[in-house]
């Protein structure tokens, strides 16, 4: 059964069935929103919202993966590619990111993952925009955060999983943030990192 989260909420990854997880997917879906009024349908655009994950040691970042760099320096998390326009509000995934959580390497303990719009539109111009947690084995979706609200932001980091011990968890953020790409957003992740 999945999980709607909440904003702060923090999940186990722990399975059901006692165990693990190996390997999840932290997908991002979103879809332009309708534009209002006869010429802004004239110049509306699609929107580009980009997916990316930063593996952290301690405070520091140590690898990245999103568009230009889809596959982590170790081998564990990879990128689908990029969507440059979004979908149809459908439920279904522009772009993923996989984790093999047992090959993390042992030093990162943190990975948090955002969406920036690369062409700058803000969230008022997106809708339908979720991430959801699948465990990749069964295709089970484990837990869900809705990006609520619109706004006049460029950004969204949208959750983290974080590793104490050798158990992984899941906290969803959901903050607002300005940022065409993950390394403006550097600052605002930080702060999530304690």
Same mark, same amino acid.
């Given at each position: 059964m999945s999980v709607n989260l909440a904003k702060g909420q923090q999940i186990?990854?722990?399975k059901s069935a006692g165990g693990p997880l190996r390997l999840v997917?932290?997908? #991002?879906?979103?879809?332009?929103a309708a534009p209002k009024?006869?010429?802004?349908?004239l110049t509306t655009r699609a929107v580009? #919202?980009?997916?990316?994950?930063? #593996?952290?040691?301690?405070?520091?970042?140590?690898? &990245? &993966?999103?568009?230009q760099h889809l596959t982590s320096d170790d081998g564990s998390v990879h990128h689908s590619g990029d969507d440059l326009t979004g979908g149809a509000g459908d439920g279904a995934e522009n772009e993923w990111?996989?984790?093999?959580?047992?090959? &993390?390497?042992?030093?990162?303990?943190?990975? &948090?993952f955002a969406a920036t719009s690369f062409g700058g539109q803000t969230f008022?111009?997106?809708?339908?925009?979720?991430?959801? #947690?699948?465990?990749?084995?069964t295709n089970r979706e484990l837990a869900r955060y809705t990006l609520s609200g619109g706004g006049r932001h460029t950004a969204q980091i949208m959750a983290k999983v974080e590793r104490t011990n050798a158990e992984w968890s899941m906290t969803a953020i959901g903050e607002p943030a300005h940022g065409r790409s993950f390394?403006?957003?550097?600052?605002?992740?930080?702060?999530?990192?304690?």
């Open positions: 186990s990854l722990a997917r932290m997908g #991002l879906g979103w879809k332009s009024g006869f010429l802004a349908r580009d #919202l980009d997916a990316s994950a930063v #593996l952290f040691c301690g405070a520091q970042p140590a690898d &990245v &993966v999103y568009f990111i996989t984790v093999d959580l047992k090959r &993390v390497p042992a030093h990162i303990d943190r990975i &948090v008022d111009e997106v809708e339908s925009a979720f991430c959801r #947690l699948v465990d990749e084995s390394q403006e957003l550097m600052p605002a992740m930080s702060s999530h990192i304690r």
